[in-house]
């Protein structure tokens, strides 16, 4: 199991001194999907963003414990900040697209990382509209604005910008409580074509999405990990009962 | 109380609609007291002419049109990189207290009298060009130098809210592609806040061509079309402002002619001004 891409160990993380992650210790498989489910305010997106350090940027952050990136500590000092975001990309909750054209947004990222040859970007943005599926839907309209697009359309666009820097890793943070159903399944067929080469960690709220679209499932409560497992096993038959009675939507029993 | 509400919405309509007829009024006096002498010259003559001698009935007012944009030129050209970067500074990367101490003190320069500025480039400014640069030191130069100051304010305070008003989101996102902060200020930020920004940089240009005092002090106030940023030089609102003291005539009248040039200029960038920020918003 230490062979994982995504090796969380030890983790705690506290907002100017409230903790918000304790102890987190987490493995995610290459080339596999692990869904992270919790209630509201649990810590799942402050998880997520701390695999791609996406919290140095809140004053007051405290971190302590490792996250291992093929074995590198993230947090080592020896991966520089804009090349682990190159290699560990992140679709956000409310699709986010820059107000710039479709092109410019999937050329985005390459452009940031140095590629300044047209036919190249060209080349890169057609490659990765196509494995989002809007190519032959936007091949006409790659000068509009990206914001003229429908939701689900946007959020496939994010997908795509984040796929043209070539992550590793992808992490997406509740990607479909946006987008109507329809949008939401397109979503995660997507998930499981990238699933042959990317390593993916998706934040859902939606049981039914985490049940179906993911290979492994862990869930947190409180910001402490109560079950980590296949997610068939996790939600067939659940070890804690703290983790059946969220799965199965019954009351969690109040601490004092 | 039904007539007191009916009382009090007659009193805001009226108190509204006043300010809107003193703008029509204004206007009007400045168009019937200017357009009998256009008449009698000719606009073109009186736009291209380049002779300013109102009492031997030269009225040529190019020299002065030639002057605000040489004048609302520089100003620009030194002011508004200043006052972008300051407004970048401010809100992408000071930290809360900086920004708190600098806040203010742009919003104090704003406020002091122009004659003030006028009198520091009078006795700092126009010497200093004179013996650094040469020619007579009431310049183009100094004009812009003083304006560029007292745009500042202007340009910098509407460019930062149109900065904050950027969506996090944007920033994120960019920041999560891998890019620095400064390629996310120049690739997603200063592109989302654009039309913003482009608003604050017509208003400041409309305060630069407005401007008055300052200018009289510093700018050598010749009617010659001005060749170098050394070259002494008169704007339109100088010439109103120095002359119209002692005008009479067809001499009052140019001036008022060259009153109607200024409005209508300003109408212009104020309108511009509009649409730009308009088409921001509607996005
Ligand atoms: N920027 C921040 N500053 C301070 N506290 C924060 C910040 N972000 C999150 N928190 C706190 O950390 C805890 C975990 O938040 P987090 O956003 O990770 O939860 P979540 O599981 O993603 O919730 P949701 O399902 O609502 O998105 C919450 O108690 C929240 O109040
Ligand atoms: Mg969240």
Request: with cysteine; proline share 6%; charged share 20%.
């Amino acid at each position: 199991m230490v062979n994982g891409k995504v090796v969380v160990s030890q983790l705690n993380l506290a907002y100017r001194g409230r903790p918000a992650l304790r102890d987190i210790t987490l493995v995610f498989p290459e080339k596999a999907i692990t869904a992270i489910i919790g209630p509201s305010g649990c810590g799942k997106s402050t998880l997520l963003r701390t695999i791609n350090r996406m919290n140095d940027l809140i004053p007051g952050v405290e971190i302590r414990g490792q996250v291992l990136l093929d074995g590198e500590d993230v947090y080592g000092g020896t991966i520089l900040l804009e090349e682990l975001r190159r290699r560990v990309g992140m679709v956000f909750q409310r699709p986010n697209p820059f107000p710039l054209s479709v092109f410019d947004n999937v050329a985005y990222g390459p452009r940031v990382h140095g590629i300044r040859d047209r036919t190249l970007l060209a080349d890169i943005v057609e490659r990765c509209l196509r494995a989002v599926g809007l190519w032959d839907n936007l091949r006409d309209r790659l000068r509009r604005p990206a914001l003229e697009l429908p939701l689900g359309q946007q959020q496939q666009l994010c997908l795509a910008r984040v796929l043209a820097v070539e992550p590793e890793v992808i992490l997406l943070d509740e990607p479909c409580s946006a987008l109507d159903p329809i949008s939401t399944l397109r979503i995660e067929q997507l998930m499981q074509e990238l699933k042959e080469r990317y390593t993916i960690i998706i934040v859902t709220h939606n049981m039914q999405q985490a049940a179906r679209a993911s290979d492994l499932t862990a869930f947190i409560l409180d910001g402490e990990l109560v079950e980590w497992a296949p997610t068939e096993i996790l939600f067939t038959s659940p070890r804690d009962p703290r983790t059946e009675a969220y799965i199965t939507g019954r009351r969690l029993p109040v601490p004092h | 109380m039904k007539g007191w509400e009916w009382l009090i919405r007659r009193v805001l309509v009226v108190m509204a609609f006043s300010s809107l007829s003193l703008l029509a009024l204004i206007a009007l006096f400045i168009f019937a007291g200017g357009v009998p002498i256009l008449a009698e010259v000719g606009v073109e003559q009186f736009l291209l002419g380049t002779r300013w001698a109102p009492t031997r009935g030269h009225y040529g007012i190019l020299p002065m049109i030639a002057g605000s944009l040489w004048v609302t030129g520089g100003a620009l050209v030194l002011g508004v990189p200043i006052a972008l970067a300051c407004a970048i500074y401010l809100s992408e990367i000071a930290s809360e207290p900086v920004g708190r101490l600098i806040k203010p003190a742009l919003e104090l320069l704003a406020g002091i009298p122009s004659v003030v500025y006028g009198f520091l480039g009078l006795v700092i400014l126009v010497p200093l060009i004179r013996v650094l640069l040469g020619g007579p030191g009431f310049s183009v130069l100094a004009a812009s130098c003083v304006l560029a100051v007292m745009i500042l304010p202007t340009v910098t305070s509407v460019s930062y809210d149109a900065l904050r008003a950027v969506p996090a989101t944007y920033r994120e996102g960019s920041l999560a592609l891998g890019a620095t902060r400064w390629q996310t200020i120049r690739m997603s930020v200063l592109p989302a806040a654009r039309s913003g920004i482009l608003a604050g940089i017509i208003l400041g240009m409309g305060r630069a061509i407005g401007e008055t005092m300052a200018v009289i002090m510093v700018a050598g106030n010749a009617t010659l079309i001005p060749v170098s940023p050394l070259d002494p030089v008169r704007t339109l609102t100088s010439n109103i402002a120095l002359e119209l003291g002692y005008a009479a005539g067809k001499h009052r009248e140019a001036l008022f002619a060259t009153g109607v040039v200024l409005f209508l200029i300003i109408m212009g960038l104020n309108l511009v001004a509009e649409a730009v920020a308009g088409r921001g918003r509607s996005r």
